[in-house]
């Protein structure tokens, strides 16, 4: 009988086929977990003579896989649940210890959160513990089509060193819990170039990507690497940049970054993910100490889901900003981790932060250009230089109307409103499509009736497909 590995917040389980395990709150469980999000006694594993099973035992907040609520479900290998929250609850990641990987029977020792990989559940465990033998019940035949990752290795509990993009062991959280967008068929000893050109084999219509920004190619012994061609923008592996012009071979977890696309080679395939926008995030245990020990933040905790207006609200000195910077990467906690759809901000900075905008308390603005002219100079900083005018002008004008600002586009920045001008604000970070918005006390000085109009803004730039995020003191119109 299958034994079954369970990896979950950097810990690793291996489960006898005979006897039951219990998931939940209770200290006294198999598998505890410290998230008020997951039950008591939330759910089971247990072999039931054929395959591995998950039954939740009516739990509050439900037991997931793939998006989908379930009640009993056959597990396999490659197999992820989530407990609690279909978007960032604990997730829980199981593999066959018969596919080869070397798991100890006994529990790793819990390492400082800090040094622990960006595995995607919430809670730290305590040691399993053993409990009776439950008889579990007949399992429902019903487990979905394609809902195992394919080509999948094992989950194991491998070294933060030895971890896969994000931290993450056996199965990489390329995309968070989403599928690929879509697939490309790939054979060896062809190339296929990536960008915004339509020559391209992989046409990527992002205008943070070079009209030739990178290919996949085979070498002679048969591996595969990925060729920046001088991109403006960069070639990311892992979350990392490779140097421009530069080439680095790839691994089969290995996953590659241009623009808002990721790619991984799986097989003969090159899997593609585009973030279009609709991403979890989540902050873990995040601690921030400043000189002489006083703690800033201490052990915060919280996740965000997609497209959502989220407000942190609290008097000067409470450490809002302190969370801010943590929360944007730009200053890291000095304990914890930030989760950008399940891959760890702080580890793929370099990547991520193009997918992040940021609205500073102080509208950086020259005063004295059109709002227009304001947005033209951001996107010729921003876009690689072989973007058009016309594709510039294409996505200025865009968001020009989205905000409303079309009316407004030939005036002056000093001749604007303040609400007005706190709108061109957020129109220059907008103009590179990112998926998470931060907005630093958006309202601080801006006459009382503009409190609404700023609010309103914020609730349909997340309804749109982004997840938005402000700091605020100011309630009334939240």
């Known amino acids: 009988m299958p034994e079954l590995v369970l990896e979950s917040n950097g810990r690793t389980w291996t489960l006898d086929p005979s006897r039951a395990y219990t998931l939940g709150r209770d200290p006294q469980g198999d598998v505890v977990f410290d998230d008020a999000r997951v039950s008591w006694r939330h759910a089971t594993v247990s072999f039931n003579g054929r395959s591995w099973v998950i039954e939740d035992h009516g739990s509050t907040n439900g037991t997931f896989v793939q998006g989908q609520r379930i009640h009993q479900m056959e597990l396999g290998s490659g197999s992820a649940v989530h407990l609690g929250n279909a978007t960032d609850g604990p997730r829980l990641n199981l593999s066959d210890v018969a596919a080869g990987v070397a798991t100890p029977q006994a529990q790793p020792q819990q390492q400082p959160y800090a040094a622990q990989g960006a595995s995607p559940g919430w809670a730290q465990q305590a040691p399993a513990q053993q409990a009776p033998h439950q008889q579990p019940q007949a399992p429902q035949q019903q487990a979905q089509a394609g809902w195992q990752q394919p080509q999948q290795q094992p989950a194991a509990h491998i070294p933060p060193q030895q971890q896969g993009p994000g931290g993450v062991a056996g199965a990489p959280p390329v995309y968070g819990d989403r599928s690929p967008t879509t697939f490309h068929q790939f ?25 030739h920004h990178a290919e996949f190619h085979s070498t002679p012994d048969g591996r595969m690497e990925i060729r920046d061609l001088g991109s403006h923008n960069g070639t990311y592996v892992n979350g990392q940049p490779i140097p421009k012009g530069g080439t680095q071979l790839l691994g089969p977890a290995d996953v590659v970054g241009v623009g808002h696309s990721t790619f991984r080679i799986v097989g003969d395939r090159l899997e593609e993910f585009v973030d279009t926008g609709e991403v979890s995030f989540s902050a873990r245990h995040l601690t921030v100490t400043v000189d002489g020990g ?30 801010l910077k943590a929360l944007t990467g730009y200053r890291p906690a000095d304990q914890g981790e930030v989760l950008y759809d399940n891959r760890n901000l702080y580890k793929q900075f370099a990547e991520l932060r193009q997918r992040i905008g940021l609205v500073p308390q102080d509208d950086i603005l020259h005063k004295e250009l059109t709002v227009k002219k304001a947005l033209k100079y951001a996107a010729k900083l921003r876009f690689p230089a072989d973007t058009t005018a016309a594709e510039r002008d294409a996505r200025i004008d865009e968001v020009l109307r989205e905000l409303k600002l079309d009316i407004h586009k030939e005036k002056k920045v000093t001749s604007l409103s303040g609400g007005q001008r706190k709108r061109v604000s957020v129109a220059l970070e907008l103009l590179t499509k990112p998926s998470l918005i931060f907005l630093d006390e958006p309202t601080s000085g801006l006459d009382p009736g503009m409190d609404r109009d700023v609010m309103q803004l914020l609730r349909g730039l997340a309804d749109d497909g982004r997840t938005v995020l402000v700091v605020t003191h100011s309630v009334a119109e939240l």
């Open 187 to 211: 054979s060896l000893g062809r190339v296929m170039r990536i960008g915004r050109a339509l020559e391209n084999e992989l046409v990527v219509s992002d205008l943070q990507v070079s009209r």
């Open 294 to 323: 006083k703690q800033i933040l201490k052990d915060v905790s919280f996740g965000v889901p997609e497209k959502s207006l989220i407000a942190v609200i609290g008097p000067s000195g409470s450490g809002k900003s302190t969370l």
